[in-house]
């Protein structure tokens, strides 16, 4: 939990309220996420890079960017440091020499794989009280939330 904020709140009627409780949970996550991939020298777009790419094989910028969420402006800073890190290769596009095809490396694979164990461990810490009933239960209520403010397009 962020040092600056208060364990629980003394007001029932904000512990009531879903918005504060996702507020405040979202802000564990947030944080556990954030100090994990630190550990590892990840950063969150990193693993949602490689991940897209496991997904989608060889790609464009472009769909890069819509599939791991991304803007395409922000995404140039992710592949170069996932580049230089040597685990994406950049090359331009046989059938249009104008873009550029994404591809992950081996070591780009191996690392997509320890990131996974690492989330699933943060994933872990993060659901602790609940039993795997009640973890499927939040996902898929979380999913169906997810969904009404993220229709597809």
């Known amino acids: 939990m962020p040092d600056d904020m208060p364990a629980r709140s003394g007001s029932a009627r904000l512990r009531e309220l879903p918005t504060r409780l996702v507020g405040h949970v979202s802000a564990v996550a947030d944080r556990l996420v954030t100090d994990g991939f630190a550990v590892a020298d990840a950063r969150r777009w990193h693993y949602a890079v490689l ?4 997904e989608t094989g060889p790609v464009s910028q472009a769909e ?22 040597g685990y994406v290769e950049r090359a331009p596009d046989p059938s249009d020499r104008r873009r550029n095809v994404i591809t992950i490396t081996p070591a780009g694979w191996d690392r997509v794989r320890r990131l996974d164990a ?19 239960q939040f996902k898929r209520l979380l999913e ?5 403010h993220f229709p597809a397009s």
């Open 64 to 85: 890069l960017s819509r599939v791991a969420g991304i803007y395409r402006s922000d995404l140039v800073a992710v592949l170069n440091e996932l580049s230089v890190q």
């Open 118 to 136: 690492l989330i699933d461990g943060i994933q872990d810490e993060l659901l602790a009280p609940l039993d795997a009933a009640e973890r499927a």
């Open 51 to 54: 991940t897209a790419l496991r």
């Open 144 to 148: 169906r939330l997810y969904e009404h």
